[in-house]
């Protein structure tokens, strides 16, 4: 078997700006233990490597990331044109060789359909896995809507990463959705065990974004009181994002009333384990989510984690037992939550973690998808 992995996710030599661009890149090379696996995805300059039965092929595109293209802004128009076409061509090269047995998206556009238009011409089978920004974002656009729905439709079989995801694609195509966990692997070891008691560590990891709650997150902290805080050691926060000037000016706000909040930038896999590792409390208070990589990240680091009831997060944390669900995606609930994880001990969660680390695993995610791939070529 030969799978091409066409995809926008895949590091591009920014690190910690590709966090689900690390997952494919772990899903890509677990794949490959078992089939040939071509991966083709946008680089500032094209570029072929290859390596055992993994083979990596960069096609040209003028800017990355791509996700800050926006079909709204006449300006992007030919950027985003530029983008497509260059994709269709490097799909097309490698299915024109004739060894593919399947092309795997990630995600529905526009790999999808990249996919969608090289399986036409070849008569190779293609499945998509769609991503939240896919459905909950491009999905809201009437016209990106249509195509988002053909290239499901066609799509031999159509995987997400969530529950609710899935049955948000099911409703949309007409057609079944497979869950399919997404996660990736941290390199560095656990070497701390998270505190008993308070004062605790918070950290936060993730884009600077409305979606994710960087912001809803800086309005908790700054209503909490001083008791609240003493039962503080520090609150780290992580990553980028065009809200990038809020959290600066939040943190300083913050630092410059006695509450220490630390700011870091991009982390690449290393420092997100550091991170983790130094943290007793993972928060995620995101505003539209099915199951953000971070989650998986805090069971594998052994932490427990501050969550708020969007996509699966709920059912998740509260099967397992692995933290806190806000009552609703606002401060003020976040901050009931962010309180009642500080009268807890995260060290008594350990079994639910490790309950649910098992279930997000790269390894068992591929099987998954080949098991997958193999019903559908026996005839379902």
């Not at 992995?5 to 890149?25: H, I, K, L």
């Not at 024109?96 to 089978?125: D, E, F």
């Not at 606002?330 to 995260?346: I, M, N, V």
């Amino acid at each position: 078997m030969h799978v091409a992995v066409v995809t926008t996710s895949f590091p591009f030599g920014f690190p910690g700006q590709d966090a689900a661009g690390t997952f494919v890149e772990d899903f890509a090379a677990e794949l490959a233990k078992q089939v040939e696996v071509t991966v083709i995805a946008p680089a500032l300059a094209p570029s072929i490597e290859k390596g055992g039965r993994l083979e990596v092929i960069r096609f040209p595109v003028p800017t990355l990331p791509l996700s800050l293209l926006d079909p709204t802004r006449p300006s992007h128009w030919p950027l985003i044109v530029q983008t497509l076409w260059r994709g269709l061509r490097a799909v097309e090269r490698v299915a024109a060789r004739g060894t593919l047995s399947w092309i795997l998206a990630l995600w529905v556009l526009p790999s999808g359909y990249w996919a969608r238009h090289a399986a036409r011409r070849r008569g190779i089978p293609y499945c998509s896995w769609a991503l939240g920004s896919d459905i909950w974002t491009l999905g809201r656009q009437p016209v990106v809507r249509g195509q988002l729905r053909r290239v499901l439709r066609q799509s031999r079989l159509r995987f997400a990463d969530g529950a609710g995801l899935c049955r948000d694609v099911e409703r949309l195509s007409g057609k079944s959705c497979l869950l399919l966990p997404s996660c990736r692997r941290l390199v560095a070891p656990r070497a701390r065990a998270p505190s008993v008691s308070p004062p605790y560590r918070l950290a936060f990891l993730g884009r600077w974004h409305p979606n994710k709650g960087v912001d809803l997150l800086f309005e908790t902290l700054a209503m909490l009181c001083d008791e609240d805080w003493s039962r503080i050691e520090a609150v780290r926060v992580a990553g980028g994002g065009y809200l990038e000037e809020l959290v600066r000016q939040r943190a300083g706000e913050l630092t410059r009333a006695g509450r220490r909040v630390e700011i870091q930038g991009y982390l690449d896999r290393d420092q997100a384990a550091a991170l983790y590792d130094w943290a007793d409390w993972v928060l995620i208070p995101s505003r539209v989510e099915s199951v953000p990589l971070v989650f998986s990240d805090a069971m594998q680091a052994g932490r427990g984690v501050v969550v708020t009831p969007a996509g699966d997060l709920p059912d998740l944390v509260r099967r397992h037992g692995v933290g806190v669900v806000a009552r609703a995606v606002e401060p003020a609930a976040y901050g009931e939550a962010l309180r009642a994880a500080l009268d807890l001990d995260p060290a008594s969660l350990g079994a639910g973690i490790e309950r649910a680390r098992a279930a997000f695993d790269v390894a068992a995610s591929v099987s998954l998808f080949l098991g997958a791939l193999d019903r559908e070529e026996r005839g379902g």
